[in-house]
């Protein structure tokens, strides 16, 4: 570490990766409850699992952004963070609140949870991804506040770089359309309407920004391309991003009420999202190809090329196969829905995150990079987590044509149950393999706590033709 109040990071990372264990065994019960109906019921019924699956998917993130954001703003800046303190107070507030919530969630019925926690002040309680009782979201609120004054005033009396500068605009974005969580109107297409100001232009508007800056970032550490490169390629990755994610919005006002005109805007600028996800591709294989060192930890280097790739194929490609209106018809609702949402999460924002723990944990615990018998299993837990969650994507695609065709186009549709019971298989054979995505995620929880022998530090040796081909060989 160059400054000492980078070490606030390190309990913002480990939450995270902490949180997201919890999320994937919810997963995997959830996994099971689309097949075997009544599995754990009543403790945790299916609607409790799916709430905490998809809160902690949101939480575990924000601890990932959090402290990705309080380890390399003090590095970009070259100053101390402003009040480490505050990021620690900050830190113990948002965990106890997201716990108190879980609990919540699992311990009471929703309904009671909602009187018990003021929902009858302000309702805001009982939309999907937006289910935290009214207190969690204030709690949120001061926590992103609070952060966002720490970090504020650390660029401010700093230095300003590209990187610090996008990724302070992404999280103060973050902060601002979160507020419309609290607006709930009684009109249900207005509902629905300013909802997606908070789902989509988080997951396909500043979050982006806050991607590009983490991956630009780890980029400059372990690749030592000139600055200038990876900042311009970051300007016109996040100007693609939000010249497309911002109208793009209108894919979601296609059959909720809005005005026909969406399904034109929706559609052609949404056909535009996948661009920003490609350049990111590109940009992360020309900037590692052109590396100026060799940096001993290889698993973060791993790490950014596969973003770059699962992000294009997760938020790019699966996004783009149902986000035209004609398709999206007969689409919307189904599993391809949920094929789309898997891949583009984990591709764009998971590894991402991964890719900033892996590069900035050996930093925080006082070297360059994990041993190499750690950096293998971490390169495994890579594979297999990527290849499994290819094989989920796979089968919820397959399970959501074959929806389509029973349910909407076959002259005979059936049913919505009797369509899910059709496409079991497939359900099972995604349950297989988010298991083996569960052993990748416990291979690099485990990584972390592999001794060995350190690889040699290379990070400012120049790499020649000859060292490149013996490094890539």
Known sequence: MQFKSQAVAKPYFIAAIGLFLGQILFGLIMGLQYVIGDFLFPAIPFNVARMVHTNLLIVWLLFGFMGAAYYLIPEEAERELHSPKLAIAMFWVFLVAGALTIVGYLAVPYATLAQMTGNDLLETMGREFLEQPLPTKVGIVIVALAMLYNLSMTILRGRKTSINLVMIIGLWGLALFFLFSFYNPANLVKDKYFWWWVVHMW??????????????????????????????????????????????????????????????????????????????????????????????????????????????????????????????????????????????????????????????????????????????VEMWAFWLMTVSMVFITLFLTAAGILQVWLQRVSSTPMPFMAAQDQVALFYWMREVAGVFFLIGLLLYIASFFIKGKLPAHTSDTLATGKQRAVAEA
């Open 203 to 376: 997951v396909e508007g500043v979050w982006e920004l806050i991607l590009g800056s983490m991956l630009a970032f780890v980029l400059i550490k372990v690749t030592g391309v000139d600055r200038e490169i990876i900042e311009k390629w970051l300007y016109v990755i996040i100007a693609m991003a939000l010249i497309s994610g911002i109208i793009g919005t209108g894919h979601h006002y296609f059959w909720i009420g809005a005005p026909a005109y969406w399904q034109w805007w929706g559609s052609v600028f949404s056909a535009l999202e996948p661009v920003p996800f490609f350049m990111m591709t590109v940009f992360a294989f020309n900037m590692v190809n052109r590396r100026r060192r060799i940096h001993p930890n290889k698993a973060a280097v791993l790490w950014a090329l596969g973003t770059g790739v699962m992000a294009f194929l997760g938020a790019g490609v699966w996004g783009f196969l149902h986000t035209l209106a004609p398709v999206n018809f007969f689409t919307h609702g189904t599993q391809i829905t949920a094929a789309h949402g898997h891949m583009a999460f984990y591709g764009a924002y998971a590894m991402v995150v991964m890719t900033m723990i892996s590069y900035a944990m050996p930093m925080l615990r006082g070297r360059p990079a994990n041993s190499e018998r750690s950096q293998v």
